[in-house]
C-alpha cells in the first residue's frame, strides 16, 4: 500500500514536496503524472537498495527524488515549478530494481495528489 502526501496549489517559481509512504518492501519506487487529457508520463525513478535515481528530461535540474529507509517513505521535491507542471501525481513501486519508465512497469500505486502552479 502507497499513501501520498503533499501537493496543493502554488505559483510559478514556488517549490513543493511530496510524500510516499510504503508499507512492504519495495524495490524501486517512482513518480508519475497525469494532466487532464493526457496520458500518465515518467517523472522520476529510484531504485531502492542502491539509490540510484532516473529523471524525466523535463524535471531535471528542478525535481529530486530521495528516499528515507527508516520510514520507508519516498520524496519528490519540486523547485521552480511551471504552469505545465500542474498535473495528478501518481507514486508507484515495483518489484525490480531495475527502474522502468512505463506506467505498467509499476504494480502499485498511491492514491494521486493533485499540484496545480499558477502563473
Known amino acids: 500500500q502507497l499513501v501520498q502526501s503533499g501537493g496543493g496549489l502554488v505559483q510559478a517559481g514556488d517549490s513543493l514536496t511530496l510524500s510516499c509512504a510504503a508499507s512492504g518492501r519495495t524495490y524501486t519506487m517512482g513518480w508519475f503524472r497525469q494532466a487532464p487529457g493526457k496520458e500518465r508520463e515518467f517523472v522520476a525513478a529510484i531504485s531502492w537498495s542502491s539509490g540510484n535515481t532516473n529523471y524525466a528530461d523535463s524535471v531535471k535540474g528542478r525535481f529530486t527524488i530521495s528516499r528515507d529507509n527508516a520510514k520507508n517513505t519516498v520524496y519528490l521535491q519540486m523547485n521552480s515549478l511551471k504552469p505545465e507542471d500542474t498535473a495528478v501525481y501518481y507514486c508507484?513501486?515495483?518489484?525490480?530494481?531495475?527502474?522502468?519508465?512505463?506506467?505498467?512497469?509499476?504494480?502499485?500505486w498511491g492514491q494521486g495528489t493533485q499540484v496545480t502552479v499558477s502563473s
Open positions: 508507484a513501486a515495483r518489484a525490480s530494481t531495475v527502474i522502468s519508465y512505463y506506467p505498467g512497469g509499476y504494480g502499485y
